[in-house]
């Protein structure tokens, strides 16, 4: 290892390397190439300006060193020598190349530097005096800069596509078929039981992993597995473990490459194992809590009865985990159902569909239905993720607060607002609603209701329409007193049961049942011209009354 070669891993600090060759390719036509050693490949780290007989103290690995040639200046005749070390210096330093810059000290490199950098095998480059060393040091960081740049972009869109890999139906498949379109590399994910999960790549047979799985899953806390495989090709693999976070290796992931990865390539290694230890947290300790309330409560359908205050006390502990709560306390059932807008919309997989719920309400307790999704959350809800959820294209039915015990007739309540939602398209909330059967049956679903159940009377002239509604709707509110009606409205008793007969004719129904009086009643709640008018005048006598069907 050269002496001033920083402690690193082998890697670049930066991102981006830029070669030798890009370098000089960028600089300035009068820039010329004195001697060629062959290592345009090799990265730059810097460009550094010295004019130290011995600038290596302050050197870094890969760097480019300008001078003026003030340590070349011959005052006594070992020029030659002097050059030789100081070149051999420069090599055994790992510096990439030599600029020589002309003036102040020299019109031409001098001939004893040319032949030592051609002795040592390093690359020299002729600066004229028209060109500051500053222009040269700007130039390198604009290319590492734009270098950089790209990289950040093409990481953006690696990460982009990793998580949309996540959300897809099959996602650890998809994780390790996006990691190797970045990566030249095979891919192998294994579970902690050492048997293969998912797969990418011309991976190599499992019973020659066997050494490095052994030690990769029976190992703890931050580590790498390495190890060379030879026949049928060199190729170094690379065992990553899989963590809970109480370290312990739930899986791993191994890669296997013939040449070493670039730090870019590193990343999105680093962004995938990460990927599938949530992945693999999430189906094990992630899921403890919903899967001990679900066989519990199979188990042991009486526990909720509260007989057994422990039992009872621990599932409610249960229910909090699984609403990501730190101690038990009211949840809510929401029902979510797709507005008609949005009803055409492609769906998503079932994955992605149910981590969108579990994120947005911050629960594991959520369930994919035929009419949309039902979810148990401790938010409650508010108008911020109301809107979210909307503009999704979703509407929903928010539930009132309770408790474990009272989650099935909370649903049941949600499940019956349901559809005064569908056919509004308005969310609802439940502790908002008028508790009466008006309150619950909501304007659009009223005014559907009246538009059936009235619509030969609501058909009729306007002067005959509001006059029968009228005489319905005090005869009706009268419980059916032919007196009482008469003196509301003024009007003979003969003449209300003539017109409430011809009514019930009219709408063919019994208005001897109570069933039918209540239809009519709610649903003269909706019909705005229904209202008591004492100033109406009684219109024309309808048909003679023998003619008719008699309300008794």
Request: proline fraction near 6%.
């Amino acid at each position: 290892m050269r002496r001033n070669a920083p402690a690193i891993d082998g890697s670049p600090d930066q991102l981006a390397a830029v070669t030798l060759g890009q370098f000089l390719a960028a600089l300035p036509a009068d820039v010329k190439m004195v001697h060629d050693a062959g290592n345009g490949q090799a990265p730059l780290r810097w460009v550094e300006p010295s004019e130290l007989e011995d600038p290596t103290p302050y050197l870094l690995d890969g760097e480019f060193v300008l001078t003026a040639g003030l340590p070349f200046r011959d005052e006594g005749g070992s020029g030659t020598a002097r050059a030789d070390e100081y070149v051999r210096r420069l090599v055994a330093a790992g510096v990439a190349a030599l600029g020589f810059g002309l003036q102040p000290y020299f019109d031409a490199v001098p001939d004893h530097v040319v032949s030592a950098c051609r002795q040592h095998g390093l690359t020299l480059v002729q600066v004229p005096s028209s060109i500051p060393f500053a222009a040269l040091g700007m130039e390198f960081s604009k290319l590492l800069e734009s270098g950089n740049a790209q990289v950040f972009r093409q990481l953006a869109e690696t990460n982009r596509h990793l998580m949309r890999a996540v959300l897809s139906a099959r996602p650890e498949h998809e994780l390790l078929a996006a990691l190797i379109q970045r990566v030249p590399a095979w891919a192998v994910l294994v579970g902690a039981d050492g048997r293969v999960r998912a797969r990418a790549g011309a991976a190599v047979g499992l019973s020659r992993l066997q050494p490095l799985l052994k030690r990769l899953l029976t190992g703890s806390g931050p580590r790498v597995e390495t190890e060379t495989l030879e026949a049928p090709g060199p190729a170094m693999v690379v065992g990553h473990p899989l963590r809970s976070t109480r370290d312990a290796t739930l899986g791993g992931l191994v890669l296997g490459t013939d040449k070493p990865l670039t730090p870019a390539q590193n990343n999105v290694v680093s962004s995938v194992v990460g990927l599938l230890e949530l992945l693999v947290r999430q189906r094990t300790s992630g899921s403890l809590a919903p899967s001990q309330l679900a066989t519990a409560l199979l188990l042991h359908p009486g526990s909720l009865s509260g007989s057994n205050g422990r039992e009872l006390a621990s599932l409610q502990e249960l229910l909090a985990q699984s609403v990501s709560g730190n101690r038990p306390g009211p949840v809510r059932v929401v029902q979510g159902v797709r507005a008609e807008a949005s009803a055409t919309a492609a769906p998503d997989g079932p994955v992605r569909e149910l981590l969108q719920w579990r994120r947005l309400f911050d629960t594991k307790m959520v369930e994919l239905t035929d009419y949309g999704f039902v979810a148990v959350t401790r938010l409650p809800v508010d108008e911020s993720l109301l809107a979210e959820v909307e503009q999704l294209g979703w509407r929903l039915v928010v539930g009132e607060p309770t408790g474990l015990p009272g989650l099935a007739a909370a649903y049941r309540r949600a499940s019956a607002l349901r559809p005064r939602v569908a056919i509004a398209q308005r969310s609802l909330r439940e502790d908002e609603l008028t508790w009466s059967v008006t309150g619950l049956l909501g304007g659009d679903a009223g005014a559907l209701l009246a538009a059936r159940l009235l619509a030969p009377v609501l058909e009729l002239d306007a002067e005959r329409r509001a006059s029968q509604l009228r005489v319905l709707r005090s005869w009706l509110a009268a419980h059916g007193s032919w007196d009482a009606t008469a003196k509301d409205l003024g009007l003979h008793r003969n003449s209300v049961r003539r017109q409430i007969n011809g009514v019930a004719e009219l709408l063919g129904l019994d208005l001897g049942q109570a069933q039918a009086r209540a239809e009519l009643w709610i649903a003269l709640q909706y019909v705005e011209d229904a209202a008591p008018d004492s100033s109406a005048e009684e219109t024309a006598p309808l048909a003679d009354a023998a003619q008719r069907p008699q309300v008794r």
